[in-house]
């Protein structure tokens, strides 16, 4: 299956997951397209100043791949610098949440898989 760009669903969240500012979500594809357990798949755009709040992955494990800009990922324990080709792995109950920490748009694919 072929998803082309200007056919995907785009949305836009405000103060996602208890951040700041609106991130836009470009789904690649819907969970209904998909036959694995997958709930998200697309392409999220936080902008500068804006973030993701802290959220945990029960029964599922999330992938992000930083494609644009630069982050400050929250773990729970540590808070690290992310850029372009940096890929983090969340799950298992673990939390984390993700912010724009430069000057342009922190651009990055997420994926998020179900265990059942």
Do not use: W
């Amino acid at each position: 299956m072929i998803q082309k760009s200007a056919d995907r669903k785009m949305e836009s969240r405000s103060a996602m997951r208890g951040g700041t500012g609106t991130v836009t979500i470009n789904h690649f594809f819907n969970k209904e397209e998909m036959t694995a357990k997958t709930r998200l798949c697309a392409s999220l755009t936080i902008p500068p100043g804006a973030s993701i709040g802290p959220h945990q992955h029960e029964g599922e494990d999330e992938v992000y791949v930083v494609t644009r800009g630069t982050g400050l990922l929250d773990d729970g324990k540590a808070k690290t610098p992310v850029t372009v080709g940096d890929a983090i792995l969340t799950g298992n109950g673990e939390s984390h949440s993700i912010a724009n920490a430069g000057t342009t748009d922190l651009e990055i694919i997420a994926v998020i898989m179900c265990y059942a």
